[in-house]
């Protein structure tokens, strides 16, 4: 059985003080959940704060990016190690926004799933077509080309720190999210490839989250998918009220 997981991406939203007060009313709401586990990724300049917020909670904090070196002249970067020293357990890596804006290759995103995994950190890695590759039929193409790509040189043991983030790049922010059955049929892909990568017991334990306008409304009808075990939750991550919610999901035969 994989442990469900409810990833809160918060992007470049909330300064120093705001993300401490929404961390705290987390800490607080979320304090009895055991059942799931449950990550939140702040902006860099508060993960340090908010780590001592966290720390001893049912909450584990994640960094949104990273590079893929430890130490020297790269200016503006900041490593794995790094960011481990601020407080983080995991790093979200290939969200849709860096590889469109920041224009990172599948290359750059594989460096940096071995930097992350190397520092023994859990990766949260990020996929997902746009809307146009769907429409053309390139979605398969694009998700095998990014998993192939985003894990070469991943050894199996490694995967058991490794977390897929399926997110299909149209239904980011725009409020349209993939139905159940779109979403569950781009995860059940995915962990064929998993298999074919790895075993079948490798891609069994591997948790796949699904993100995309995930809300209150919409994740108890997500989370009863058979290879759904989780949501990277955007805008909705930003609210205390729906982020609860969304991790106290309902499940499905209750
Ligand atoms: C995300 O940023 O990963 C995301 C899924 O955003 P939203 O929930 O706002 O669509």
Known sequence: MRKPLIAGNWKLNKNITESESLARALVTDLADITETDIIIAPIFTALNRVAA??????????????????????????????????????????????????????????????????????????VGETLEERENEEMLEILTAQIKGGLVNVPAEKMQNLVVAYEPVWAIGTGKTASNEQAQEAHSFIRGLIQGLYSPETAEACRILYGGSVKPD????????????????????????????????EKAGH
């Not at 917020?53 to 904090?61: C, E, N, R, Y």
């Not at 009808?221 to 982020?243: N, P, R, T």
């Open 53 to 126: 917020i966290v720390d001893g909670s049912s909450i584990q904090l994640a960094a949104q990016n990273c590079y893929p070196q430890e130490t020297g002249a790269f200016t503006g970067e900041l490593s794995p190690t790094m960011l481990k020293d601020a407080g983080c357990g995991a790093i979200i890596i290939g969200h849709s926004e860096r590889r469109q804006l920041m224009g990172e290759t599948n290359e750059f995103i594989n460096l940096k799933v071995h930097a992350t995994l190397n520092s023994e950190m859990q990766v949260i890695l990020c």
């Open 218 to 249: 919409n994740v108890d009808g997500l989370m009863a998918q058979a290879d759904i075990d989780g949501a990277l939750v955007g805008g909705a991550s930003l609210k205390v009220e729906d982020f609860c919610r969304i991790v106290k999901f």
